[in-house]
């Protein structure tokens, strides 16, 4: 069944960030079909996308999801530093649902995402973003995602959006 909030598109990633950390992604995955293990991801090895990047663990059932790291690019988006904190109604209020299903639904499935929507926060929906969110196996459960790195971007001037709701997220094709 089609979801009519997040439509599959077979478009590609544009962000350059995006596409350097898909790719640096698939390196740590290797050849395998499992996860990349959160403990092989070193940040200095990706010093130009750090600003641009989220990582959040995804734990407990149903799950929590916590903000561990928000880059400077986001922080300064949104007018504030959401480190350490939950997603929760306090943080993101009738944003909420459009903030974690990106998040919840990589974790669960386990394979990346790749989006293109609206920004559901700091009031400023009139903002294009992409989004790619990576999954890591961390802790116990090696099969599982517990950790998802997620880049944003900003795409000016991009009209794929035109003429469509401010929940609507379209969902791109992370490999190419």
């Known amino acids: 069944m089609s979801d009519p909030l997040h439509p599959e598109t077979g478009q590609p990633l544009l962000s350059d960030v995006n596409r350097a950390l898909r790719d640096h992604w698939l ?5 395998g079909p499992g996860l990349p293990s959160w403990d092989a991801f070193d940040p200095v090895a990706v010093p130009r996308l750090l600003p ?3 990582v959040v663990e995804v734990v407990g059932d149903p799950p929590v999801i916590r903000y561990r ?7 300064e988006l949104a007018g504030r530093d959401a ?3 939950t997603l929760d109604a306090a943080l993101y209020g009738d944003r ?3 903030m974690i299903w990106t998040f919840r639904r990589c974790a669960e499935k386990a394979v990346p995402l790749a989006t293109l929507g ?4 700091a009031e400023k929906e009139w903002v294009t973003a992409e ?3 990576l999954p890591f196996a961390w802790g116990l459960n090696a ?4 950790i998802v790195l997620s880049g944003l971007d900003v795409l000016a001037g991009d009209q794929r959006l035109a003429g469509r709701s401010r929940d609507v997220e379209l969902i791109l094709v992370w490999r190419k």
Do not use: C, M, N
């Not at 390196?27 to 050849?31: D, M, Q, S």
């Not at 790291?69 to 922080?75: A, N, P, S, Y």
């Not at 609206?118 to 926060?121: A, L, R």
């Open 131 to 133: 989004h790619i969110f």
């Open 69 to 75: 790291l928000v880059g400077t690019f986001i922080t």
């Open 96 to 98: 909420l649902e459009a």
């Open 27 to 31: 390196t740590l995955r290797g050849e």
């Open 52 to 54: 641009y990047l989220v």
């Open 143 to 146: 099969d599982r995602a517990g």
């Open 83 to 85: 480190t350490g904190r």
């Open 118 to 121: 609206s920004v559901h926060f």
